[in-house]
C-alpha cells in the first residue's frame, strides 16, 4: 500500500470545524482514500472515502486535491465523542494498511 | 444487521494452550481481514480472505493459523503463542476485495493475553 503521511496530533475547540490533513504522495490511479476512526478499546470505525472527487456524508466531508496528492478530513462541528484516533489510509488490492493516525483531542 | 461479530471478548491463555477466536459477519460480505493492535499503535495487517480463500497472508508466523469455513465466518486458530502476542486482535469484512470493495466494518476485537 501507498504510504500516507498525518500530523500525530490535533486539537480543537468544541463546536468548531476541524480540518483534518493527510498526504498521499505516492497515490496511484486507482487507489482509494478512506478515513477511519477509532475510540479507545473500540475497533476502527468507518467514517468516509472517496476517489476524485469531494464526498460529504452524515458524519463529515472528504477535500480531496486536484492533482490527489493530499485530502482532508473536516469535521463540520466537533464534539466531544469526536475525540479519537484518525486514519487515513489508501484502499489499494491488498486490503488496508493503517499508518500512524492523528490523535484529534477536543476541548470543551 | 451491519455488525461484525467477534468471540470471546477477552481471552487469556498460556504459551502451550491451542484457543480460537471467532467472527462472524451477516452482511453477504465476501472479503475477510485479521488485524493485530498493539497498545498505542495503528492496526497491522495479518490475513486476508477473499470469497473464502486466503489471498494476503503478512507474513505472519505459522503459530496463527487462519481458517474461512464458509462465507460469513472466519477463525484464527493460535497454538504456541509467545507473550508478545499479547494484543487486540480485529475482524473486518467488506463487500468485496481490493479497491472497490469499498468500506470495511470492523468488530469490536479480541483482546488476547499470553501468560
Known amino acids: 500500500d501507498a504510504k500516507t503521511t498525518q500530523p500525530n496530533s490535533m486539537e480543537s475547540n468544541e463546536e468548531e470545524p476541524v480540518h483534518l490533513p493527510c498526504n498521499h504522495s505516492?497515490?496511484?490511479?486507482?487507489?482509494?482514500i478512506h478515513w477511519y476512526r477509532q475510540l479507545p478499546s473500540q475497533g476502527p470505525e468507518y467514517v468516509i472515502h472517496g476517489l476524485t472527487s469531494n464526498v460529504n456524508n452524515r458524519m463529515a466531508s472528504l477535500a480531496i486535491a486536484e492533482d490527489r496528492k493530499s485530502s482532508t478530513l473536516i469535521l463540520h462541528r466537533a464534539t466531544l465523542r469526536d475525540a479519537a484516533v484518525y486514519y487515513c489510509i489508501l484502499r489499494s488490492a491488498d486490503g488496508l494498511t493503517f499508518g500512524k493516525g492523528t490523535h484529534l483531542i477536543i476541548q470543551p | 444487521d451491519t455488525e461484525v461479530t467477534q468471540t470471546p471478548k477477552h481471552l487469556v491463555m498460556g504459551m502451550t494452550n491451542k484457543k480460537s477466536l471467532k467472527c462472524e459477519q451477516h452482511m453477504g460480505h465476501r472479503a475477510m481481514y485479521w488485524y493485530k493492535q498493539k497498545a498505542k499503535k495503528p492496526p497491522e495487517l495479518m490475513f486476508v480472505y477473499s470469497y473464502e480463500k486466503l489471498s494476503i497472508n503478512e507474513s505472519v508466523p505459522s503459530r496463527f493459523s487462519p481458517e474461512c469455513p464458509n462465507s460469513s465466518l472466519l477463525n484464527l486458530h493460535l497454538h504456541a503463542l509467545q507473550p508478545e502476542d499479547s494484543a487486540l486482535y480485529l475482524c473486518?469484512?467488506?463487500?468485496?476485495?481490493?479497491?472497490?470493495?469499498?468500506?470495511?466494518?470492523f468488530g469490536e476485537g479480541s483482546r488476547l493475553t499470553v501468560l
Open positions: 473486518a469484512s467488506s463487500q468485496i476485495p481490493g479497491p472497490f470493495g469499498g468500506e470495511l466494518f
Open positions: 505516492t497515490i496511484s490511479g486507482t487507489d482509494y
